[in-house]
């Protein structure tokens, strides 16, 4: 039999999160009653005609820039005809053409799994609308929900031939551009709501071949699991195929979330014509430098370029460095806090510990957590000056996540400064050798292991706050004597 | 008698209350049940409906608001979109369709204080030259009721010809208004591409459609320009420029004005009747001192052929939205497509579908770049040619329809007859000049339209020329015989 490689080439469509869809003023919206977030644009009445939203413009230039495309300084809208119930003007206006989409050959960065970093060649970012829904009613019979028809809808397909050859690599890439996405603030990423759409095409050859193989479309993928797990279900069924000497039909294939499993929904017959024209009712976009260059200055800095910096200049491991810079806001407060004096790798281990911990199972974001990063770096600040121990820091910090208050106000109240006093904890240790004789004869007799016995009574006995490094001098000296 | 009267002289009667608005509109809603059984240009007319907006315009009147046209009457193409009132495109697929917006044309008329006495009858979804299309009733010439008013807005034309409105809204794709203002001897009035929106009129080509005014004088006709146009920003190809201008509509002079006859449009294939007509009104407006001189623009030849790809291919994707899921007719069928197939099969006619035919196969893979793309490049060129003309002429002058009205159904066996029909219309809409055709003569009884077309965004001097024409030219307008 002979090995495969796999070419997965990536179709990801994003629901832009402007105020209002992208010819109309209605609202753009999750859910709700259907058919209430429509007019006589989206709805296609006769005599209606587009206004195109500017803002869904500006936020495709601004993920074209982020992906490092070429910007097409004269781009059009084309309308894709074809009849379909859920498609209220019997087209769909979107963007045709190797060099008109807004934005062409860019390419997105993934972490390679052997380190360092893969491209991904990007072919086009492209701006359109969404249709609505088709729905089978209860009662029988369909409806069809237009709430979404219009809504402003971005199309951003990988280069062919394709970058990514295994099933982790299409999840770190959709990993990476939901990141972006979610970075620049154009789209919520919420796959589950189906704001954020992924179909891979997956195709496998003989290793060695220059030919590629037939490929299918994967559908209803709606979390990063199922991305992964529909291209290696894909990639080992073909593989199956092709071992037991049939051939791969092409199709468009669905995914079945229980089963885990793909199953045919539609064979690909002759290629659609869609009859692509430029629309008429719309006229030209075109851009120049000045304005290109002032959307290239509103880019924040982008997650994979701030885990390098994190990495280099930090020097925190890349799986830190990663967890920080998964959410926006979250690397936001990483960033504030070492800002405020904290150092990284602290503020770091703290973060990615016990308050990544406490907000999971709180159900909290950062955005609504208690904890100030000044207050995170005030508290770190306590341990390094030895005002308290580590062990209580993590008490002190469970009641500032509950309270929010600051953790001296806390330390303070309850008493729980550290005990650096040799006197106080002399008396207290001196009190457990005296409690444990055999332990001590244990340790004369060379054992001298058991000496981590009576450190941990030592530090019960004071409730954890004596300054353990003093109870370990102290207790050594004791048993030395 | 109020419907003699021209909409700028009842404007100043209902202004100075020597008349009412509602006693106005009634005279025309009684002359349109009078005539209209023979005529045939209404597709719906409502005596409520219209004298609610009488009320309006007669209460703006009292309270001093009258502008120029306040009180007017005025008949609507039935492509545009009237509020609660339905609006057919003359198609069965959209009989029972009620619309839930006003037009913006049609907003703008309210705003006016137009009254609205009905819907006038047109080609199928505006696609003829002859309202012969129409899915519900033939439309006549007033001038001779065996002959067509022209198309697609035969309605309108036959409505204002035959004074039941002194104004009318029409559209215009390929000639629509003018080549019908031509065969029933009144005024029609194309827009510049972009100054009139298109929000709310049904599209048939988008890229060539405009709407604009019918009147039986040029003044008139500027005035209700006026009232429509302006930019609007429903419409993204609304140009950005303030409505057509009329102050000075009195003010121009033919003394000087160069006046360019296109040399292409009277050859043999022009009636040697109209060609004459023309000539004599050519040699009237020499006497006023016009400079005319012959012009050769070969490519307009090109025009129809262009012309009957662009325009069906637009409109094949246009009429995609009439399946039968949201409003209009719905035909019971196998599945969704099945009711798709079985509502536009019952829905369209024959001549719809005979475009939606020609466009889908013209936009088609394979034959985009031989059809589609070939034609916009041929029109480039021809608005290239039109636009170099304009540096040497301020008008370029022509016949608007090669014949004189035709009998009704003498050219359905001869489709090609009938779109060549257009030849001198076409160029206007290609280029998104403005243009106008006027009254020149009579030949047997029959009106002779004079087209007069602009440059780009010269309306207003267009307009102005037209006037003067229309006054170089005092036997050129008349009455068709009826009561």
Same mark, same amino acid.
């Given at each position: 039999?002979?090995?495969?490689?796999?070419?997965?080439?990536?179709?990801?469509?994003?629901?832009?999160?402007?105020?209002?869809?992208?010819?109309?003023?209605?609202?753009?919206?999750?859910?709700?009653?259907?058919?209430?977030?429509?007019?006589?644009?989206?709805?296609?009445?006769?005599?209606?005609?587009?206004?195109?939203?500017?803002?869904?413009?500006?936020?495709?230039?601004?993920?074209?820039?982020?992906?490092?495309?070429?910007?097409?300084?004269?781009?059009?809208?084309?309308?894709?005809?074809?009849?379909?119930?859920?498609?209220?003007?019997?087209?769909?206006?979107?963007?045709?053409?190797?060099?008109?989409?807004?934005?062409?050959?860019?390419?997105?960065?993934?972490?390679?799994?052997?380190?360092?970093?893969?491209?991904?060649?990007?072919?086009?970012?492209?701006?359109?609308?969404?249709?609505?829904?088709?729905?089978?009613?209860?009662?029988?019979?369909?409806?069809?929900?237009?709430?979404?028809?219009?809504?402003?809808?971005?199309?951003?397909?990988?280069?062919?031939? @394709? *970058?990514?050859?295994?099933?982790?690599?299409?999840?770190? /890439? +959709?990993?990476? $551009? %939901?990141?972006? !996405?979610?970075? &620049?603030?154009?789209?919520?990423?919420?796959?589950?709501?189906?704001?954020?759409?992924?179909?891979?095409?997956?195709?496998?050859?003989?290793?060695?071949?220059?030919?590629?193989?037939?490929?299918?479309?994967?559908?209803?993928?709606?979390?990063?699991?199922?991305?992964?797990?529909?291209?290696?279900?894909?990639?080992?069924?073909?593989?199956?195929?092709?071992?037991?000497?049939?051939?791969?039909?092409?199709?468009?294939?669905?995914?079945?979330?229980?089963?885990?499993?793909?199953?045919?929904?539609?064979?690909?017959?002759?290629?659609?014509?869609?009859?692509?024209?430029?629309? @008429? *009712?719309?006229?030209?976009?075109?851009?120049?430098?000045? /304005? +290109?260059?002032? $959307? %290239?200055?509103? !880019?924040?800095? &982008?997650?994979?370029?701030?885990?390098?910096?994190?990495?280099?200049?930090?020097?925190?491991?890349?799986?830190?460095?990663?967890?920080?810079?998964?959410?926006?806001?979250?690397?936001?407060?990483?960033?504030?806090?070492?800002?405020?004096?904290?150092?990284?790798?602290?503020?770091?281990?703290?973060?990615?510990?016990?308050?990544?911990?406490?907000?999971?199972?709180?159900?909290?974001?950062?955005?609504?957590?208690?904890?100030?990063?000044?207050?995170?770096?005030?508290?770190?600040?306590?341990?390094?000056?030895?005002?308290?121990?580590?062990?209580?820091?993590?008490?002190?910090?469970?009641?500032?996540?509950?309270?929010?208050?600051?953790?001296?106000?806390?330390?303070?109240?309850?008493?729980?400064?550290?005990?650096?006093?040799?006197?106080?904890?002399?008396?207290?240790?001196?009190?457990?050798?005296?409690?444990?004789?055999?332990?001590?004869?244990?340790?004369?007799?060379?054992?001298?292991?058991?000496?981590?016995?009576?450190?941990?009574?030592?530090?019960?006995?004071?409730?954890?706050?004596?300054?353990?490094?003093?109870?370990?001098?102290?207790?050594?000296?004791?048993?030395?004597? | 008698?109020?419907?003699?009267?021209?909409?700028?002289?009842?404007?100043?009667?209902?202004?100075?209350?020597?008349?009412?608005?509602?006693?106005?509109?009634?005279?025309?809603?009684?002359?349109?049940?009078?005539?209209?059984?023979?005529?045939?240009?209404?597709?719906?007319?409502?005596?409520?409906?219209?004298?609610?907006?009488?009320?309006?315009?007669?209460?703006?009147?009292?309270?001093?608001?009258?502008?120029?046209?306040?009180?007017?009457?005025?008949?609507?193409?039935?492509?545009?979109?009237?509020?609660?009132?339905?609006?057919?495109?003359?198609?069965?697929?959209?009989?029972?369709?009620?619309?839930?917006?006003?037009?913006?044309?049609?907003?703008?008329?309210?705003?006016?204080?137009?009254?609205?006495?009905?819907?006038?009858?047109?080609?199928?979804?505006?696609?003829?030259?002859?309202?012969?299309?129409?899915?519900?009733?033939?439309?006549?010439?007033?001038?001779?009721?065996?002959?067509?008013?022209?198309?697609?807005?035969?309605?309108?034309?036959?409505?204002?010809?035959?004074?039941?409105?002194?104004?009318?809204?029409?559209?215009?794709?390929?000639?629509?208004?003018?080549?019908?203002?031509?065969?029933?001897?009144?005024?029609?009035?194309?827009?510049?591409?972009?100054?009139?929106?298109?929000?709310?009129?049904?599209?048939?080509?988008?890229?060539?459609?405009?709407?604009?005014?019918?009147?039986?004088?040029?003044?008139?006709?500027?005035?209700?320009?006026?009232?429509?146009?302006?930019?609007?920003?429903?419409?993204?190809?609304?140009?950005?420029?303030?409505?057509?201008?009329?102050?000075?509509?009195?003010?121009?002079?033919?003394?000087?004005?160069?006046?360019?006859?296109?040399?292409?449009?009277?050859?043999?294939?022009?009636?040697?009747?109209?060609?004459?007509?023309?000539?004599?009104?050519?040699?009237?407006?020499?006497?006023?001192?016009?400079?005319?001189?012959?012009?050769?623009?070969?490519?307009?030849?090109?025009?129809?052929?262009?012309?009957?790809?662009?325009?069906?291919?637009?409109?094949?994707?246009?009429?995609?939205?009439?399946?039968?899921?949201?409003?209009?007719?719905?035909?019971?069928?196998?599945?969704?497509?099945?009711?798709?197939?079985?509502?536009?099969?019952?829905?369209?006619?024959?001549?719809?579908?005979?475009?939606?035919?020609?466009?889908?196969?013209?936009?088609?893979?394979?034959?985009?770049?031989?059809?589609?793309?070939?034609?916009?490049?041929?029109?480039?060129?021809?608005?290239?040619?039109?636009?170099?003309?304009?540096?040497?002429?301020?008008?370029?002058?022509?016949?608007?329809?090669?014949?004189?009205?035709?009998?009704?159904?003498?050219?359905?066996?001869?489709?090609?007859?009938?779109?060549?029909?257009?030849?001198?219309?076409?160029?206007?809409?290609?280029?998104?000049?403005?243009?106008?055709?006027?009254?020149?003569?009579?030949?047997?009884?029959?009106?002779?339209?004079?087209?007069?077309?602009?440059?780009?965004?010269?309306?207003?001097?267009?307009?102005?020329?037209?006037?003067?024409?229309?006054?170089?030219?005092?036997?050129?307008?008349?009455?068709?015989?009826?009561?």
């Amino acid at each position: 039999m002979p090995e495969y490689v796999a070419s997965v080439g990536m179709e990801v469509h994003a629901e832009l999160m402007t105020r209002s869809k992208m010819f109309c003023r209605c609202p753009v919206a999750f859910g709700g009653e259907p058919n209430t977030r429509v007019c006589p644009v989206c709805l296609g009445m006769p005599g209606t005609l587009p206004v195109p939203n500017r803002r869904a413009i500006e936020m495709v230039l601004r993920t074209a820039l982020a992906l490092d495309c070429t910007i097409a300084m004269r781009s059009v809208f084309h309308r894709k005809n074809y009849f379909y119930p859920d498609l209220p003007k019997g087209y769909q206006v979107s963007q045709y053409g190797e060099t008109n989409p807004l934005g062409y050959a860019g390419k997105l960065e993934i972490p390679a799994s052997g380190g360092g970093y893969k491209r991904v060649g990007i072919r086009r970012v492209h701006l359109e609308e969404d249709t609505g829904k088709l729905m089978h009613l209860p009662a029988g019979g369909s409806g069809v929900d237009f709430n979404r028809a219009g809504v402003p809808l971005m199309e951003i397909v990988t280069d062919f031939p @394709p *970058d990514i050859t295994t099933p982790d690599e299409a999840k770190e /890439y +959709l990993a990476q $551009l %939901r990141q972006i !996405l979610v970075y &620049l603030e154009v789209c919520d990423g919420k796959m589950e709501e189906g704001s954020m759409r992924c179909e891979p095409n997956i195709s496998i050859r003989p290793e060695g071949s220059e030919t590629y193989g037939t490929k299918t479309e994967l559908k209803n993928l709606n979390s990063f699991r199922s991305v992964q797990l529909g291209v290696q279900f894909e990639v080992r069924r073909q593989t199956a195929v092709l071992d037991h000497g049939q051939r791969v039909v092409q199709e468009t294939r669905g995914w079945d979330e229980n089963r885990e499993a793909s199953f045919p929904m539609r064979v690909k017959e002759a290629e659609n014509d869609y009859r692509y024209f430029p629309d @008429p *009712d719309l006229v030209p976009m075109v851009f120049d430098e000045a /304005y +290109l260059e002032s $959307l %290239r200055a509103t !880019l924040p800095e &982008l997650p994979l370029a701030k885990s390098r910096r994190y990495q280099e200049v930090m020097g925190l491991s890349a799986y830190d460095a990663g967890l920080l810079v998964a959410d926006r806001d979250w690397a936001a407060y990483f960033e504030s806090a070492v800002e405020l004096g904290g150092d990284a790798k602290t503020v770091c281990n703290w973060m990615n510990g016990d308050y990544a911990r406490y907000l999971n199972e709180s159900g909290n974001t950062v955005g609504s957590g208690n904890v100030q990063p000044k207050q995170l770096v005030e508290l770190t600040k306590l341990i390094e000056d030895g005002t308290i121990s580590g062990k209580i820091a993590k008490d002190v910090f469970a009641e500032m996540f509950r309270t929010g208050h600051d953790p001296r106000t806390i330390v303070q109240s309850k008493g729980a400064t550290q005990i650096s006093d040799a006197g106080a904890i002399g008396e207290i240790v001196a009190r457990v050798v005296g409690a444990n004789p055999d332990v001590v004869a244990k340790y004369k007799s060379g054992q001298t292991s058991v000496a981590g016995f009576l450190i941990g009574r030592v530090m019960a006995e004071s409730k954890g706050r004596a300054n353990p490094q003093l109870v370990r001098d102290l207790v050594a000296k004791a048993l030395d004597e | 008698m109020p419907t003699r009267l021209s909409a700028t002289r009842l404007a100043a009667r209902l202004a100075a209350k020597e008349l009412g608005v509602r006693e106005v509109a009634q005279a025309h809603l009684d002359r349109i049940a009078t005539l209209d059984a023979t005529l045939g240009a209404f597709l719906t007319v409502d005596p409520d409906e219209t004298m609610r907006w009488a009320d309006a315009a007669q209460a703006k009147i009292d309270a001093g608001e009258a502008g120029p046209l306040t009180g007017v009457p005025i008949a609507i193409k039935d492509n545009l979109c009237t509020a609660g009132v339905r609006t057919t495109c003359a198609s069965r697929i959209l009989e029972s369709h009620v619309p839930i917006y006003d037009a913006t044309v049609v907003r703008r008329l309210r705003e006016a204080g137009c009254v609205m006495v009905g819907k006038t009858n047109l080609d199928e979804f505006a696609m003829g030259t002859s309202t012969e299309n129409s899915a519900f009733q033939v439309t006549r010439n007033p001038w001779d009721f065996d002959r067509s008013p022209g198309g697609s807005s035969g309605g309108s034309a036959a409505a204002v010809a035959a004074e039941m409105a002194p104004l009318a809204l029409g559209s215009d794709t390929g000639g629509s208004i003018r080549q019908p203002a031509s065969l029933c001897g009144i005024v029609g009035f194309k827009p510049t591409y972009g100054r009139c929106s298109r929000y709310g009129l049904v599209a048939f080509g988008s890229s060539l459609d405009q709407i604009g005014p019918f009147a039986r004088t040029v003044e008139d006709a500027a005035l209700l320009a006026e009232a429509i146009t302006g930019h609007d920003r429903r419409d993204s190809t609304s140009a950005n420029h303030p409505a057509i201008a009329t102050q000075a509509l009195k003010s121009g002079t033919l003394r000087g004005a160069r006046l360019g006859v296109l040399k292409e449009t009277l050859g043999e294939s022009t009636d040697p009747r109209v060609t004459q007509g023309v000539e004599r009104a050519l040699d009237a407006l020499r006497a006023e001192g016009a400079d005319v001189h012959e012009v050769s623009i070969p490519s307009i030849g090109y025009g129809v052929t262009t012309y009957y790809i662009i325009a069906p291919a637009e409109a094949s994707s246009n009429l995609a939205r009439f399946d039968g899921v949201r409003y209009g007719l719905r035909v019971e069928g196998k599945g969704h497509i099945g009711m798709m197939e079985a509502t536009r099969a019952a829905g369209f006619g024959h001549e719809v579908k005979a475009r939606i035919m020609i466009g889908t196969y013209a936009l088609s893979a394979g034959y985009y770049d031989a059809f589609y793309l070939r034609a916009q490049q041929v029109r480039a060129l021809m608005r290239r040619d039109l636009e170099a003309a304009f540096q040497d002429f301020d008008l370029l002058v022509s016949p608007t329809s090669p014949v004189p009205a035709f009998k009704i159904g003498e050219l359905t066996s001869d489709p090609l007859a009938l779109k060549m029909l257009d030849y001198c219309t076409i160029p206007a809409n290609m280029g998104g000049f403005p243009a106008l055709s006027l009254n020149c003569g009579f030949a047997d009884g029959l009106p002779i339209g004079l087209h007069l077309m602009g440059p780009v965004l010269g309306d207003e001097r267009l307009l102005q020329l037209a006037y003067c024409v229309e006054r170089a030219l005092p036997d050129a307008t008349g009455r068709p015989p009826l009561p």
